[in-house]
């Protein structure tokens, strides 16, 4: 599922370094089909990705220029071409990439012809180029989050090539539009809306290594959107670091609630979901726009990050505990079956038993159906960083865990509020539970639901009635009467 797009782009000069990028895509594919055709069978190539769904729809191109280079993909890493896409928001992200390396330079070994690539946020830090120029020199390309549309150009370079490449721009360029791209699900895709953060939370890494926050044209994301849809896709997911502030850097005056609605008339588009919002910017638009279209999923992610308002004024979150509340109150009172999720940091600097216990019932009085739960990492370079205050690394286990119980027991109590309600499932794929099979997907809400079913389910809409939990977090369904 190669998308070739014709290059039809607003602004000439993307027009012309896709063009360029085009060009160095079809070098690519002659060094590759002469390689291949010496050693008798296709080269391979693998991408690991880690993080969230920006790095996910990134690797996603990745994918499909290399496809388009004429490598063929493979399962597992002992591939001729693997790139790992990486994350840098927790230092626990950072370590996995190291551990793994070692496990590549085994296949390596193996096969010298293998080409090894890094890129993703974590490049964009001076330290990890330079840990990784001295420490792992069979690594064969290193780039950053800004040049990811000059793959195929780095590509060229590091076939022809036996030394390390290593190109990381610090800003970001033009938005480059109409690169080849595939999807890993036939009938969902994420859709990027904007990159980049301007936020600056005190704890957070993002702004430093994916830039300023720049939105997308609007035709260019409808034009995206509606070929997605004419190719099959019924749930599109509108990405971004901070969607409700989407249109801020265009000419043209346009917000996220402006853009939203455009996308909902999209005929035959069933399901809109986006992340993240930040409570800051949500605006009563949005709320409107969510509650008049039936295709927007009643689903939002809106990270609170803490429940005390001293915190939060230390993270630079730019709003108190009681405008979130105002915000759940009014999207409930809006769309009264949303469910809400969220992102919750514990043990940030100089965080007392105190301000935790304010965020533990805080979160218990929103009841929120899922909270992600991260224990502070220090980031390099981040204001939060600097605090001589930390909480001890013990502290924040014992409070990670309190939270983490919390929210076990009331997103049970959520989905055990679901079962005997008709709901409507997208089916997304088939997966083992204590040796059955089951065809899974997700409501409208975001619950996870798992079916039997002899015929593939995959890519199917259909009202089903969840009749008991299969484990904690997935419910077992049968098909709904109205389709029997
Ligand atoms: N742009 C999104 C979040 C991106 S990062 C937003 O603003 O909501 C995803 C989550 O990782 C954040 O919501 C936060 O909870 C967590 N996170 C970010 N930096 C962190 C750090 N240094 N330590 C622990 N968790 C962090
Ligand atoms: Fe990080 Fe805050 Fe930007 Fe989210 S909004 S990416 S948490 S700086
Ligand atoms: Fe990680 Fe980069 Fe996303 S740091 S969370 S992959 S934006």
Redesign the pocket.
């Known amino acids: 599922m190669i998308d070739f797009k014709e290059n039809v782009n607003s602004n000439q000069k993307t027009t012309e370094e896709t063009r360029q990028q085009m060009s160095f895509l079809g070098q690519a594919k002659e060094l590759v089909k002469e390689r291949s055709e010496r050693r008798g069978y296709p080269l391979t190539f693998h991408v690991t990705t880690f993080g969230c769904q920006m790095n996910a729809r990134d690797s996603e191109k990745l994918t499909g220029m290399l496809l388009a280079a004429g490598y063929v993909e493979k399962e597992t890493e002992d591939a001729d071409f693997v790139i790992y896409n990486t994350c840098t928001v927790r230092e626990n992200a950072n370590n996995k990439v190291y551990g793994r390396l070692g496990y590549l330079h085994g296949y390596k070994k193996q096969n010298p012809q293998m080409k090894i690539a890094l890129c993703g946020c974590m490049m964009q830090e001076d330290v990890v180029v330079s840990k990784i120029k001295q420490s792992y020199p069979f690594v064969d390309l290193i780039f950053g989050t800004h040049n990811i549309y000059k793959f195929p150009e780095l590509l060229v370079s590091v076939l022809e090539s036996e030394s390390q490449i290593v190109d990381i721009w610090k800003e970001h360029g033009d938005i480059v539009e109409d690169l080849p791209s595939v999807r890993k699900y036939p009938f969902k895709s994420g859709v990027n809306i904007m990159y980049g953060?301007n936020?600056?939370?005190t704890y957070?890494i993002?702004?430093y290594v994916r830039g300023r926050e720049r939105s997308r044209q609007p035709r260019d994301i409808l034009r995206e959107c509606e070929r997605l849809v004419k190719d099959g896709v019924v749930e599109i997911m509108l990405l971004g670091?901070?969607v409700n502030s989407y249109g801020k850097t265009l000419q043209q005056e346009i917000s996220f609630a402006d853009l939203l609605k455009e996308v909902a008339t999209i005929p035959d588009l069933q399901r809109i979901r986006f992340m993240?919002s930040?409570p800051r910017d949500l605006s009563d638009e949005l709320i409107e726009v969510m509650a008049s279209y039936k295709n927007i999923c009643p689903h939002l992610h809106l990270p609170l990050q803490s429940g005390s308002d001293t915190m939060l004024a230390a993270m630079n979150r730019h709003y108190t505990k009681a405008h979130y509340l105002s915000l759940v109150d009014r999207l409930r009172a809006a769309i009264p079956d949303i469910t809400l999720t969220t992102d919750i940091i514990v043990g940030f600097p100089k965080e007392t038993e105190k301000e935790f216990a304010e965020t533990l019932s805080f979160a218990e009085q929103i009841r929120f159906y899922e909270i992600h739960v991260f224990k502070y990492s220090r980031r390099r370079g981040t204001p939060a960083d600097r605090d001589p205050d930390q909480v001890p690394e013990p502290i924040k286990g014992v409070r990670s865990d309190t939270l983490l119980e919390l929210t076990a027991k009331q997103s049970k109590e959520f989905r055990a509020r679901r079962i005997g309600k008709e709901t409507e499932v997208l089916f997304e794929e088939e997966k083992e539970y204590e040796g059955r099979r089951y065809w899974i997907g997700h409501t409208r809400e975001y619950v996870l639901v798992a079916m039997r079913s002899v015929e593939s389910l995959e890519n199917r809409i259909l009202p089903v009635v969840p009749t008991e939990f299969l484990t904690g977090e997935v419910l077992l369904a049968r098909t709904a009467d109205s389709v029997l």
């Open positions: 953060c936020n600056f939370c957070c993002v702004p670091q901070n993240t930040h």
